[in-house]
């Protein structure tokens, strides 16, 4: 199993602003993933990161918003860009092997509350 | 569109007091089924997947079970570290590959 880490971990930002979150995984992998966890709602993905090209995004969620990077085969990005305090979530990586039967690893979260 | 429903929302145990989760699934080429464990500010930790019907799995005092539209975690004489979040999430065919669609999971207590 992959140990994935997110910088940072929780940040308190004002309305207008963006925020990028890191996440680092210790082995490479195939799939990178970017999900945001609500208060009393189900983990929603945004997007799936992809090595080399653009990030593909789930609807309802753009690239303006949420741009993503992923530079190499452990590092990847999101920017939540022009916050607004509907922003406020919790924001998680995950990564995952080639096979779409693999599950998914995740890492810590990132809190982020938006004034 | 892929569905997941868990229930019950929250369940308070005593310890050794068995019981079980629900989680039940609409979706299209089921392609796993998976639970996770979540504790407080901290990400989902992943427990099992089940791929078809009639397959189970066990570790320590938890066993997940699987039907053509519903799964259950059992949890045999609970202990209080046992206390979480318990998640399930489907994967199908339709649309992305690799996309989790999660409920939005079962809130565990086990007091002592």
């Known amino acids: 199993s992959a140990v994935i880490s997110q910088k940072p971990s929780r940040d308190i930002c004002q309305r207008g602003t963006s925020l990028t979150i890191q996440c680092q995984v210790d082995?490479?992998?195939?799939?990178m993933f970017w999900y945001r966890q609500q208060p009393g709602q189900s983990l929603t993905l945004i997007a799936t990161a992809n090595q080399g090209s653009e990030a593909t995004y789930e609807s309802g969620f753009v690239i303006d918003k949420f741009p993503i990077s992923r530079p190499n085969l452990t590092f990847s990005t999101l920017t939540v860009s022009n916050m607004s305090p509907e922003d406020s979530s919790i924001y998680l990586c995950?990564?995952?092997?080639?096979?779409?039967?693999?599950?998914?690893?995740f890492g810590p979260g990132t809190r982020l509350t938006v004034l | 569109e892929d569905q997941v429903t868990q229930s019950p929302e929250a369940l308070r145990l005593q310890e050794g007091e068995s019981s079980s989760l629900n989680c039940s699934y609409t979706v299209s080429g089921l392609r796993g089924l998976f639970w996770y464990r979540q504790d407080p500010g901290k990400g989902p930790e992943f427990l099992f997947t089940?791929?078809?019907a009639g397959e189970e799995k066990e570790k320590e005092r938890l066993k997940a079970t699987l039907t053509k539209k519903e799964s259950f975690l059992h949890i045999t004489a609970p202990k209080p570290e046992d206390s979480a979040t318990y998640l399930c999430a489907v994967r199908g065919s339709g649309g992305s590959n690799y996309k989790l669609t999660f409920g939005k999971g079962t809130l565990l207590t086990v007091n002592p």
């Open positions: 082995s490479q992998v195939t799939m």
């Open positions: 089940l791929y078809s």
């Open positions: 995950s990564a995952s092997g080639t096979s779409a039967y693999n599950e998914q690893f």
